[in-house]
């Protein structure tokens, strides 16, 4: 280029930067991208034929008129820039963003992302080439992709210690506050009812143990049972009242009653009953209930309140169990191996204990045998290595993985239902999904997380039709007659 | 069962079906509070009520109909409740050790 070449380029005005940009477009319905950023991962949606040369997804020939109406012809491909769970530590990109113009938020990505894809330092002069560069969409919620969610690190603090409800399965749920206590070693560390139920509604979804005649009944099936041992038949009609209870215990041979020393007691000071867990195993076909305590197993009164409950099952399934007291379990304080002294670890024993046991008698099942377990075998114990911290842990984790694939099932149905309608774009963005160019400010290299940038996180976000939301009043009115 | 009755045996009024509003009533063994609260009503209301009379913590108690808890965004209609339908009400639990 020649000095008057030069000089002739300075001749020619400056564009705005939005009109230069523009004739760059050279296909602009067709080359758009989508972006999502958060906390744990950057993500990019696009066709992919003009950075890796990808074809557009073919529509199979077998694919009928009616689904490929509702699909788009061309199909979008997805990165995801994300930490990886084997190098354990959360990687710069994560904090730190390259940003080549402050003023233009579609420039901020992590940095080796951009090194490889997005242009540097834009020039805005008439003679220089035009810049690969389009206008981001939206990129409707990556949440509704359970395997995004694999780059979690679970961190507690993304969840607000609160009694709104974590996760709502069909039979039990738990909320932040008990949630969180799962991981404590204090006293606030002591299982409730519902971080009891939970862990073991979850545990017999994992080994689909109804369809394998186990059964893990809720801890309130115990003060249930009790009531029916203290008060009898006081209506004189053959328990009608309790036909589910007796439904649910009958349909399987293996039963397991998580239980509550407080079951007896009847309080009205507004707050919780009772100290320790232990639960009693049930085998229907044997006749034979085994009570199992980490702490307790000697003592008198624990153990009239384990027969209470195996007497009530007994009297409304109209079956006769012989009872007895397991003499193998390890004790919950001097076998305990977890390195932080747990002050409350009963309720991690029993949910592990019965995950154990169901875990055996699937075992067997599976081997085409049925297992006849009426005490733990000898040496139990050591074989256990009872930890109740590595339990905790465990317990925490699949409540959280819980609660993110339930987000995952919601965010996608609604995705589906919204795509199936043909719900437009901009409809979509009313309806909770992100567009990057809305994010808040972006986090300059170097710099901390910011508050406002957590809520953006990938995981813990409450999903917009959460059970969570808050609860709208109602204009119908209560009366006390 | 104690003398309280349970859900199944209270007698339900045959033209209750049509009624917007339903008698609940809520039991706790030792004490028996009925709320009258329309089919759509989310059950939080009844069951604040019912602590606020009892002096109980709402985060403190289990409420159960046909043995099934109940959340509180339940409503009479999601859980087909009828007039005359009992809640039963029980403390929390909790345990850790001694």
């Known amino acids: ?481 | 069962m104690s003398d309280n009755g349970s859900p199944s045996n209270m007698q339900k009024p045959e033209d209750a079906g049509q009624s917007e509003h339903l008698n609940i009533k809520v039991t706790d063994n030792n004490n028996e509070v009925f709320f009258k609260i329309k089919r759509t009503t989310q059950l939080k209301k009844l069951m604040d009520a019912f602590c606020d009379r009892q002096g109980k913590n709402p985060a403190s108690v289990r409420f159960l109909f046909d043995g099934a808890r109940v959340q509180p965004t339940d409503n009479p209609e999601s859980l087909d409740m009828q007039d005359g339908d009992t809640l039963e009400v029980h403390q929390e639990q909790i345990g850790g050790g001694c």
């Not at chain 1, 009616?66 to 012809?73: A, Q, S």
């Not at chain 1, 997005?118 to 805005?124: F, G, K, L, Q, T």
């Not at chain 1, 939970?198 to 109804?210: F, H, M, T």
């Not at chain 1, 079951?263 to 100290?275: F, H, M, R």
């Open chain 1, 1 to 481: 280029m020649t000095r008057s070449d030069i000089s002739n380029l300075e001749k020619i005005p400056r564009t705005a930067k939005e009109e230069h940009y523009k004739r760059s477009r050279s296909c602009p319905k067709t080359k758009n991208f989508q972006l999502y950023r958060s906390k744990k991962a950057f993500v990019i949606a696009e066709r992919g034929e003009h950075r890796a040369g990808l074809i557009p997804t073919q529509v199979p020939e077998s694919t009928s008129a009616e689904v490929i109406r509702n699909l788009r012809k061309r199909r979008y491909s997805v990165d995801v820039n994300a930490p990886s769970k084997l190098e354990n530590k959360r990687p710069k990109m994560t904090r730190a963003w390259a940003i080549d113009d402050t003023n233009d938020k579609l420039e901020v990505c992590p940095l080796n992302f951009a090194r490889e894809s997005v242009a540097s330092v834009p020039v805005y002069n008439e003679a220089e080439p035009m810049r690969q560069r389009e206008r981001s969409t939206a990129f409707p919620d990556p949440r509704r992709y359970w395997n995004l969610y694999q780059f979690d690190t679970l961190q507690d603090t993304d969840v607000p210690s609160d009694s709104s409800c974590h996760l709502d399965l069909p039979g039990s749920s738990i909320n932040n506050e008990d949630f969180l206590n799962i991981r404590k070693f204090d006293i606030d560390g002591w299982l409730t009812d519902n971080s009891v139920d939970v862990p073991l509604e979850l545990l017999s979804r994992k080994y689909k143990c109804q369809e394998h005649g186990i059964e893990i009944v809720q801890s309130l099936m115990a003060v249930q049972l009790y009531q029916i041992y203290r008060w009898g038949d006081s209506n004189r009609d053959n328990f009608a009242g309790y036909g589910l209870e007796r439904e649910r215990l009958s349909s399987s041979r293996h039963v397991f009653i998580p239980m509550n020393d407080g079951i007896d007691e009847i309080s009205n000071e507004g707050s919780g009953c009772g100290l320790h867990w232990s639960f009693v195993y049930i085998d229907r076909e044997l006749c034979q209930a085994t009570y199992i305590d980490s702490l307790f197993a000697f003592d008198a009164y624990h153990q009239r309140l384990a027969a209470a409950v195996v007497d009530a099952m007994g009297t409304l399934l109209e079956e006769d169990y012989e009872f007895s007291i397991d003499w193998n379990s390890p004790d919950q304080l001097k076998d305990n191996r977890s390195p932080v002294f747990d002050i409350g670890p009963c309720g991690p024993f029993v949910i592990e204990t019965i995950r154990i046991l169901v875990a055996w008698i699937r075992g067997e099942q599976d081997a085409g045998n049925e297992l006849d377990m009426i005490w733990l075998p000898d040496g139990f114990g050591e074989e256990y290595r009872f930890d109740s911290k590595r339990i905790r842990e465990g317990i925490f984790a699949d409540i959280a993985r819980a609660r993110m694939e339930e987000t995952a099932k919601k965010l996608a149905k609604q995705h589906d239902e919204a795509a199936l309608a043909g719900v437009k774009g901009n409809e979509l963005e009313k309806e909770g999904h992100r567009q990057v160019e809305e994010a808040s400010e972006p986090i300059v290299a170097g710099q901390e997380s910011s508050g406002e940038e957590d809520a953006e996180g990938l995981v813990f976000v409450t999903p917009p039709t959460s059970v969570s939301s808050s609860f709208e009043a109602d204009q119908a009115k209560i009366e006390d007659e």
